[in-house]
């Protein structure tokens, strides 16, 4: 019908003050750190593609754009659904990702 599926696993994301009980000790795990769970959520939106690097921007009105650079060898197949990855991620981290292919 035209639209796009995307599949995203579930995770879950404990706070900084995370105390576990009296039997499990022991620290937080990495996988469970915000900034863990929200790559792997971009790892899963792309999941085709591999992602070949990130880059932060930080422009003079403090806002903050996250410039994703896809695998130029599946630009054919993914191209038309970069506008789709970006919305999905702004809705499930409140963060702007931009798309771009390198070659």
């Avoid at 403090?62 to 990855?85: C, F, P, S």
């Avoid at 991620?89 to 070659?103: A, D, E, H, P, R």
């Amino acid at each position: 019908s035209g639209r796009h599926v995307i599949i995203v696993a579930q995770r879950n994301i404990l706070g900084k003050s995370y105390a576990r009980s009296q039997k499990t000790k022991g620290l937080r795990p990495r996988s469970r750190t915000l900034t863990a769970v929200q790559d792997a959520i971009l790892e899963d939106i792309v999941y085709p593609t591999e992602i070949t690097g990130k880059r932060t921007r930080c422009k003079v009105d403090g806002r903050r754009i996250l410039k994703v650079y896809l695998d130029g060898r599946d630009q054919a197949n993914v191209e038309g659904r970069t506008d789709t990855y970006a919305a999905v991620y702004g809705k499930l981290t409140n963060k702007q990702v931009s798309f771009i292919f390198s070659s």
